[in-house]
């Protein structure tokens, strides 16, 4: 039986529920996070919160804390896969310099209070458009590059899912409508062309770096945002037959 690990996003973690068709029976997702800070150290001294919004369920606050501590990586050797899947949709979300570290800027950390802990004073914003954060991210390419050669994951399979932001979407009555303003999460607008040429130079460096990596893509017809999506209206929440191409495609690969 495959054993899989997925380090990417929810294009990913939900092939098989959107399908309608059981996920691998082992599979460990980590997520909120980027190679930029897979690989970084952990940020010390953030003091956890057991009265959490009540917006932010358990798994979310898991994640971000993952990607706080930096414990993801030993889990993914524990973990021994089959399988390591990439994507790098997340990888949207700002870099946060910090107490001499790098952690991931995303929505759960925004909305958890920990930004107004002292581990944080003095922190600063890194926009992923920006080129430093590519040179930080490659930094990490390469760690995770030799990070797959030289520890149990050498022997899994890595795939690539390759994908890009949707330029159109399918609105509720099904016809084919243009994105206007779109946002990463509430409060911080978005540029589709700016994130798809992130993604694109994120897709090829990775492919020239870990060149034994299977990349899969659904056709470009299919990168169709669905307004009735389960997660609601995204550039990346697709309509079902994307995902269903992609499903397809693992399940060649014995995922």
Same mark, same amino acid.
């Given at each position: 039986m495959p054993r899989v690990a997925v380090i990417g996003s929810c294009i990913t973690r939900d092939v098989w529920p959107i399908v309608g068709e059981a $996920?691998?029976? =082992?599979l460990l997702y980590v997520s909120r996070t980027s190679l930029a800070s897979l690989f970084a150290a952990p940020l010390r001294d953030v003091s956890l919160s057991e009265d959490l919004p009540p917006e932010l369920a358990a798994f979310?606050?898991? !994640?971000?804390? $993952?990607d706080l501590h930096k414990t993801a990586l030993a889990a993914l050797v524990e973990y021994r896969p089959t399988h390591v899947i990439f994507d790098f949709i997340d990888e949207r979300l =700002? @870099? @946060?310099?910090?107490q001499g570290t790098i952690v991931t800027h995303s929505w759960e950390l925004d909305v958890s209070g920990y930004l107004g802990q002292p581990a944080f004073e003095g922190s600063r914003d890194i926009p992923r458009t920006h080129a430093a954060a590519d040179v930080i991210w490659r930094q990490g390419l390469d760690q995770m590059a030799a990070f797959l050669r030289m520890t149990p994951?050498? !022997?899994a399979v890595p795939i690539l899912h390759e994908a890009q932001w949707?330029?159109?979407y399918l609105d509720e009555t099904g016809e084919a409508q243009a994105f206007g303003d779109v946002e990463i999460f509430t409060g911080k607008p978005a540029s589709i062309g700016d994130y798809n040429t992130v993604l694109a130079r994120h897709q090829t460096a990775f492919a020239a770096a870990v060149p034994h990596a299977v990349r899969i893509s659904a056709p470009p017809a299919l990168h169709l945002a669905d307004s009735r999506h389960r997660w609601g209206l !995204?550039?990346?929440h697709y309509v079902e037959a994307y995902y269903r191409d992609i499903w397809e495609r693992l399940q060649a690969l014995g995922v």
């Open positions: $996920a691998p029976q =082992d979310p606050h898991r !994640s971000m804390v $993952a =700002d @870099l @946060l310099a910090a994951l050498a !022997s949707a330029t159109h !995204s550039p990346f």
